[in-house]
């Protein structure tokens, strides 16, 4: 009998990969919702005091990635994203987790997070402890135009 092990480990990333995460918000957004972020997007964000970026990778390959913010008692998980490939392996909850223990390092004390109306991941965010407290009504503005309601989530770190 084989087992399959799933070894999540997490690194800090920076600018040098900009270029992974670009490749993987290719595969995990889907272009028609408008979520993901240009590469220069991704760079004014990591050039800002207070971002942070983490990667993961799954039994040694790129599988996701988390770029977040903060400032002063409060921060923001800007963008999560797993390859499909590795979705529902852990990957999502490792680099949600990772985000919530560096926002505690910060001495956050809430986080924030936005996600489309609709998404599965916001029943990841829920089973992590966010709760939904707002809505942004067509915040999201697809391929063709199309507006997309976004949900607003927070949880309580410190």
Not at 7 to 30: C, K, T, Y
Not at 113 to 137: C, D, H, I, M, P
């Amino acid at each position: 009998m084989s087992t399959t092990v799933n070894l999540v480990a997490l690194r800090p990333g920076g600018a040098h990969d900009l270029a992974l995460v670009n490749s993987i918000m290719q595969e995990a957004f889907d272009p028609r919702y408008g979520e993901a972020w240009t590469t220069p997007q991704c760079m004014g964000m990591l050039s800002l005091p207070g971002a942070w970026l983490t990667l993961a990778e799954l039994n040694g390959e790129a599988a996701g990635f988390a770029l977040a913010r903060s400032a002063g008692p409060e921060a923001e998980l800007l963008l999560l994203a797993t390859r499909p490939a590795s979705r529902g392996r852990g990957v999502g909850g490792a680099l949600l987790r990772a985000v919530v223990e560096e926002a505690r390092e910060r001495r956050v004390l809430d986080l924030h997070l936005e996600v489309r109306a609709g998404n599965a991941a916001a029943r990841l965010y829920q089973r992590e402890g966010f709760t939904k407290v707002g809505e942004r009504r067509g915040y999201y503005r697809g391929r063709n135009g199309q507006l997309f309601d976004g949900e607003t989530f927070s949880r309580k770190i410190g």
